[in-house]
C-alpha cells in the first residue's frame, strides 16, 4: 500500500523558514517526480513544486520561485520543501505527492495518483 506522510508544517511569523518533509512508502519513488501542492481555505489546490525522479529536473510556482527549494532523498524516499522568506499568502494545508508514470516528469496535479494527508502551513503578518 503506498503511503506518503508529510511532517515539518508549523507557524512562523512573516520572514520565518520551514522545512516540511515528505517519508514514502510502498512503492519504488526513485522513478517517479514527487511534488508540493497547497491549498489554502476558499481555494482550489494549486503546484508548488516538483522534483524529478533523479532530482536533476526541478520546477517552482512562479509565486515561490527563489524563496523555495524542493530536494529529494531517494535512499530514504523522502521529499522535502524548504520554504524562506516567508509570507502570510504561503499560508495553506501543503501536501506531497507523486505521479503515476514512470520516469515522466509533470507540474499538473491530475497527474499525480497517490497524496499525503497535508501537513498545515501558517504564516503570520
Known amino acids: 500500500q503506498v503511503q506518503l506522510v508529510e511532517s515539518g508544517g508549523g507557524f512562523v511569523q512573516a520572514g520565518g523558514s520551514l522545512r516540511p518533509s515528505c517519508a514514502a512508502s510502498g512503492r519504488t519513488f526513485s522513478i517517479y517526480t514527487m511534488g508540493w501542492f497547497r491549498q489554502a481555505p476558499g481555494k482550489a489546490r494549486e503546484f508548488v513544486a516538483a522534483i524529478s525522479w533523479s532530482g536533476g529536473r526541478t520546477s517552482y510556482a512562479n509565486s515561490v520561485k527563489g524563496r523555495f527549494t524542493i530536494s529529494r532523498d531517494n535512499a530514504k524516499n523522502t521529499v522535502a520543501l524548504q520554504m524562506n522568506s516567508l509570507k502570510p499568502e504561503d499560508t495553506a494545508v501543503y501536501y506531497c505527492?507523486?505521479?503515476?508514470?514512470?520516469?515522466?516528469?509533470?507540474?499538473?496535479?491530475?497527474?499525480?495518483?497517490?497524496w499525503g494527508q497535508g501537513t498545515q502551513v501558517t504564516v503570520s503578518s
Open positions: 505527492a507523486t505521479n503515476h508514470t514512470p520516469f515522466r516528469f509533470t507540474v499538473v496535479p491530475g497527474d499525480f495518483d497517490y
